[in-house]
Nanobody, 126 residues
Framework: QLQIEESGGGLEQPGGSLRLSCAVS????????IGWFRQAPGKEREGVSC????????YYADSVKDRFTISIDSAKNTVYLQMNSLKPEDTAIYYC???????????????????WGKGTLVTVSS
């Protein structure tokens, strides 16, 4: 059973930064793509950013492009989401997910994955 654990959420002021971490129990052929998704209160879940563990291909939602950066540290089996210039509308529970089949863009846009973490809350407020 794949283990996924998110961390790094918290309260931050608008314009500030946070870095989320997603620790995966193992990155193997089964963990083709890892992504970050979020769900704000009263809204549907959306794909934020996804990355291929095979070739590093990334995808970003338009709402976070040029503000968020996804990266992977294979030695630590960890994917990071660096979030800069935070806005109140970034407030949401952020989930890390892993899928064995989807490419990065497909995973984020279709908004589906085989394995999910429990999420970490990000609140952007003054």
């Amino acid at each position: 059973q794949l283990q996924i654990e998110e961390s790094g959420g918290g309260l931050e002021q608008p314009g500030g930064s946070l870095r989320l971490s997603c620790a995966v129990s193992a990155i193997t052929w089964h963990t083709k793509t890892i992504g970050w998704f979020r769900q704000a209160p009263g809204k549907e879940r959306e794909g934020v950013s996804c990355i291929s563990t095979r070739d590093g291909t990334t995808y970003y939602a338009d709402s976070v492009k040029d503000r968020f950066t996804i990266s992977i540290d294979s030695a630590k089996n960890t994917v990071y989401l660096q979030m800069n210039s935070l806005k109140p509308e970034d407030t949401a529970i952020y989930y890390c997910a892993v899928d064995p089949f989807f490419e990065a863009q497909a995973m984020c846009r279709i908004n589906e994955a085989d394995h999910w973490g429990k999420g970490t809350l990000v609140t952007v407020s003054s």
